[in-house]
């Protein structure tokens, strides 16, 4: 009997669950996880975070099997930061006033599914900016 693959929405929160206690781990505390844009042809937001300095920070989680076709940092196209940098700013609008900002991404590279080799974490520091 085979098992069963998960789904690609079960994969993608574990790499959001391995992603978020990484920066945990590292200091950093939770504001919100999944902030989407009202409507049609918005944002998403993977994880908000705020950094010990009150920076507000906005993360990509990209999860990966392999390193093929250039890994997770490589699938972050113009247009998916554009619409991060959207839904960022959709955020910000509900803040009384503007903190400081940066944009991170979190690599989440090999098999969730394989407990003998857990996937790697890559956090990449402001990662792209809002320009």
């Not at 937001?45 to 507000?56: A, E, F, K, P, S």
């Not at 990209?62 to 998916?80: D, E, L, M, P, V």
């Not at 599914?113 to 402001?126: G, T």
């Given at each position: 009997?085979r098992?069963?693959k998960?789904?690609?929405?079960a994969?993608?929160?574990?790499?959001?669950?391995?992603a978020?206690?990484?920066?945990?781990?590292?200091?950093?505390?939770?504001?919100?996880?999944?902030?989407?844009?009202?409507?049609?042809?918005?944002?998403?937001?993977?994880?908000?975070?705020?950094?010990?300095?009150?920076?507000?920070?906005?993360?990509?989680?990209?999860?990966?099997?392999?390193?093929?076709?250039?890994?997770?940092?490589?699938?972050?196209?113009?247009?998916?930061?554009?619409?991060?940098?959207?839904?960022a700013?959709?955020?910000?609008?509900?803040?009384?006033?503007?903190?400081?900002?940066?944009?991170d991404?979190?690599?989440?590279q090999?098999d969730a599914?394989?407990?003998?080799?857990?996937?790697?974490?890559?956090?990449?520091?402001?990662a792209?900016?809002?320009?």
């Open positions: 009997m098992s069963k998960p789904s690609t929405k994969v993608g929160d574990a790499g959001e669950d391995r978020a206690a990484h920066l945990l781990q590292a200091g950093l505390t939770l504001v919100t996880r999944n902030y989407r844009t009202p409507g049609r042809g918005g944002g998403e937001i993977d994880l908000v975070m705020r950094d010990r300095d009150g920076t507000l920070v906005f993360v990509e989680v990209r999860q990966r099997a392999s390193a093929t076709h250039g890994g997770a940092a490589a699938s972050i196209s113009a247009t998916k930061r554009q619409r991060i940098v959207f839904a700013r959709h955020y910000l609008m509900r803040c009384a006033t503007c903190p400081p900002c940066r944009f991404v979190v690599c989440v090999g599914n394989d407990p003998s080799q857990p996937p790697a974490v890559e956090w990449l520091r402001a792209f900016d809002a320009n």
